[in-house]
């Protein structure tokens, strides 16, 4: 038995959680390579040390004063070094370097990756492991895009001559030489591919909740745990606004059928959530998640006999793609069709794709709504029960929410409801409590 065990920042955020993280660590001998984050925030208002790391760097690149910053910043970790009594270890020479580079021609990547180096760095310290850099394993392209194939090939030969080691999260090398990171959060990144590259039995993901939600607990009072959830499910509820792991982190594990386990730090004895390929265990309820997100447009456009006009559509999306702009959902009608779309994507190209699709599809109408929020019902087991649609709209109704738009995927994994923004919430309560606290 394999694990690779990634915990987040708020899981190491000071000397005491890194003790919790230690004897987590320590509970299972098959918890081989640790992947840490940077220190997160201690206390609600407290600052994560990447966030300190970015200002940072943002008054070096200035030409401002930055001395305050990198003070504050070495204080965060001589406060854990001290407390876990780490006798002999400083990082002296790595903020010399780090200085040395701000004095420089300082780049934003590297300096936010130095967060999870020197964590790295104390965490290998603290449990003895070997410390490899993640520069040394995980690779970009010149343009910053993730090298999977390289990446593997380099990470697996070095992992196999290590015991148990130490890889800090977030960055790796571009091909020119320089540090690249993945997006905020994208330690969870690194943790998945460690996990394939070491082919592990189980990816554990340490965090500060105890997994996956129903729905979203800022909208929802103490909603219900989700046990088991699909690679599938949690792509689809991750993509509408889900945010307990990084959206791709689910990429490197997933062919490979490696679970991912997200579990809590601060209750190492709460299950989490499983991430699987597939599963027969049936989810607690019909559903296994709500998600959403607001701020969508609906572009209507209306064309009489469209329906048998061979490329009405291609060249509609025509419109969209010369200006870059991806769209979210199709719905459509007999001489209608809709295309959603991010509003702060869409807005600033308006008049140019409603141009386009004049030029190109010459349509009898063009309309636009804004202010639409999408909620995203997501359920393997919407498939085979009957009535799931009925009971999400009739409960929409008993809400007074009005629906604007309906789409069902065709895997019949989800349905999308679209709302008035000023109705997301309610709606989303309305969706959980129908499924959830009357559980019929
Ligand atoms: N420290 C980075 C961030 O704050 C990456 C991570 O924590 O996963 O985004």
Redesign the pocket.
């Known amino acids: 038995m394999k694990k690779v065990v990634k915990f987040?920042?708020s899981s190491l955020a000071d000397a005491h959680q890194f003790s919790k993280v230690a004897d987590i660590i320590h509970a299972d001998e098959s918890r081989v390579f640790v992947i840490p984050?940077?220190p997160?925030k201690r206390f609600d208002g407290d600052t994560?040390?990447?966030?300190m790391l970015y200002r940072c760097y943002e008054k070096a690149a200035a030409g401002e004063h930055y001395e305050d910053e990198l003070i504050a910043i070495r204080s965060r970790y001589d406060s854990i070094i001290q407390e876990l009594g780490l006798e002999g270890f400083t990082l002296d020479e790595d903020f010399a370097k780090i200085r040395a580079h701000l004095a420089g021609t300082p780049e934003r990547d590297f300096v936010?990756s130095r967060?999870?180096y020197l964590n790295g760095r104390i965490m290998a310290r603290y449990l003895n492991y070997e410390f490899i850099d993640a520069a040394d394993v995980i690779f970009f392209d010149e343009d910053g895009v993730y090298m999977p194939e390289k990446t593997v090939r380099a990470m697996r030969k070095r992992l196999e001559k290590a015991g148990k080691a130490v890889i800090p999260?977030?960055y790796g090398m571009g091909e020119d030489g320089r540090v690249r990171?993945?997006?905020?959060?994208?330690?969870?990144v690194?943790g998945s591919i460690v996990a394939r590259a070491c082919k592990a039995d189980v990816y554990e993901n340490w965090t500060d909740v105890s997994g996956f939600m129903v729905a979203d607990p800022r909208i929802v009072d103490h909603p219900a745990r989700i046990e088991t959830i699909t690679y599938k499910e949690l792509r689809e509820l991750s993509y509408m606004g889900a945010s307990v792991l990084?959206e791709e982190a689910i990429f490197p594990v997933r062919s490979y059928g490696i679970p991912i386990n997200i579990r809590n730090t601060n209750r190492p004895e709460d299950d989490g959530t499983w991430i699987v390929e597939s599963t027969c265990q049936k989810s607690g309820y019909v559903i296994t998640g709500i998600a959403g997100k607001k701020g969508f447009c609906a572009v209507d456009i209306t064309k009489s006999m469209m329906n048998s006009e061979v490329g009405f559509g291609r060249k509609v999306l025509q419109a969209f793609e010369e200006q870059g702009v991806s769209f979210e959902h199709m719905p459509s009608g007999i001489d209608t069709m809709t295309i959603v779309v991010h509003e702060d994507e869409f807005v600033t190209k308006e008049q140019r794709i409603v141009s386009a699709i004049h030029r190109l599809a010459a349509p009898d109408a063009i309309e636009i709504e804004s202010d639409i929020a999408l909620i995203a019902v997501v359920g393997r087991g919407m498939k085979s029960t009957r009535g799931t649609a009925g009971r999400i709209f009739s409960a929409l109704a008993h809400a007074r929410v009005n629906v604007r738009m309906i789409d069902q995927g065709s895997s019949e994994l989800n349905i999308i409801i679209g709302v008035d923004n000023a109705d997301f919430e309610a709606a989303i309560r309305a969706i959980y409590a129908i499924f959830v606290e009357t559980q019929l």
């Open positions: 987040g920042g984050s940077a997160g994560k040390v990447t966030d936010a967060g999870e999260g977030f990171t993945f997006s905020r959060g994208g330690s969870d690194t990084h």
